[in-house]
C-alpha cells in the first residue's frame, strides 16, 4: 500500500434513507484529529500430541473482528445526533468505514463508547469506538 494521508480514513454511518450501496447515503463522523481501524481474528487451537512440539490451527476457521476508534470534534448536530441515538438504543447501525484507495469495510457496527469533553475555551471534543457487529463486506477501489 502506498502512503496514504491520515484524513484518508473516514467513518460514516447509514443515514436511514436511500441506498445503501450508495456511499451518499452516509452522514460522516466528522471532524477526527486521529482515527484508526484494527481487524483482528481468533484462532483455532488444534494442537495434539502428534504436532512435533508446535502449536497448530486450524485453517480459515475463528472469529473476526473489526474495531475502529477515533476522537475529534463533531462538525454538526446530525452526526452527533446519528452517533448518541445509537448508542443510548444500543443499536447495530450499518457503517461504511474507508481507507481511501485502499479497502471499504461496510456492516453492522456497535457504538461501543462515546465520550465527550469540554474544556475551557476549545470546542467539545469526543472520544468514539465501534465494533463489528455481524459479517463486514470488504471492497477495494
Given at each position: ?95 461504511l468505514v474507508e481507507v ?23 470546542a467539545i471534543s469526543y ?15
Amino acid at each position: 500500500m502506498a502512503a496514504k494521508s491520515g484524513r484518508d480514513l473516514l467513518v460514516k454511518i447509514y443515514s436511514g434513507s436511500g441506498d445503501i450501496s450508495d456511499a451518499g447515503s452516509y452522514n460522516v463522523v466528522g471532524g477526527f484529529k486521529s482515527n484508526g481501524i484494527d481487524i483482528s481474528g481468533e484462532a483455532v487451537d488444534i494442537t495434539s500430541k502428534d504436532s512435533g512440539g508446535f502449536k497448530e490451527q486450524l485453517e480459515s476457521a475463528g472469529n473476526l473482528s473489526i474495531a475502529v476508534k477515533g476522537s475529534g470534534v463533531f462538525v454538526d448536530d446530525a452526526s452527533f445526533k446519528l452517533v448518541h441515538e445509537h448508542m443510548l438504543n444500543q443499536t447495530h447501525p450499518l457503517c461504511l468505514v474507508e481507507v481511501v484507495g485502499f479497502a471499504s469495510y461496510m456492516g453492522s457496527f456497535t457504538v461501543s463508547s462515546l465520550s465527550l469533553t469540554g474544556d475551557d475555551g476549545d470546542a467539545i471534543s469526543y472520544d468514539i469506538s465501534l465494533d463489528s457487529a455481524g459479517v463486514i463486506t470488504v471492497t477495494y477501489p
